[in-house]
């Protein structure tokens, strides 16, 4: 499932070729991914011109000349793949089976954007006045200004659950998933188990610093390609290389002098990794 940083390189890969564009055409293949798509999508898209390309947790949002911004999720499988004769020579992945081609935008260049999700968890809507249900409950995101480290010490204050599931509730913090928040943690020195309640603010200060740390490697390395993940250009992000926990259970400890080995145990039905060790 992509997390922020994925989400966030594919819209830095898609801003260019959008942004101040014209859609001209849309070609619409199925009615639904994982929810129905609006009825009048077609016909709110055609002719727009997009003002801003944003990204809200894990949701891409393109502002429209009109009353509405489309809004796009990559669920688990969704690739974005910008084609074009103005672009030169594009990559193309013989992976990608055109028949999950959902979603086909051309813009006015004849640049085209294709929503390609072979699991259809993703999703198509249209936000309009400003609000989704999709958005509505999400916490602050981690880069803005008041993402403080107080701010998050009293959205833990008293809390019972362990910081892992914490992390994970998007109206905490929005836009983490399972790996960000394993590294976090790990970077932090902070067990997964730990009731959120009960960790002093010293130490949420250090996992303050250490979400946004994380967040902003895993962006300039253009995301984690563990499945499906791939940057507009098709190109992998690589992340993966730099997990320092995720996936690496039975492997010693990468924290100097530390000598513990990562180990993985299940919480809420999904892996935690984290080095007994040097995480407290
Ligand atoms: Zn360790």
Redesign the pocket.
Known sequence: MPELPEVETVRRGLAPHLVGRRIVRVDQRRPDLRWPMPPDLVQVLTGALVTDLRRRSKYILADLDRDASLLLHLGMSGRIRIEGEALGRFHHDPSILTRHDHLVLTTEDGTTITLNDARRFGAVDLVREGSHRLLAALGPEPFDEDFTPARLVSALAGKKAPIKAALLDQRIVAGLGNIYVCEAL?RAGIHPTRASGRIGPERIARLHVAIREVLLLAIEAGGSSLRDHRQTSGELGYFQHSFRVYGREGQP???DG?????RRIVQSGRSTWY?????R
């Open positions: 790990f400890c990468l924290r530390c000598g513990g080995t990562v080095c007994p060790d040097c995480q």
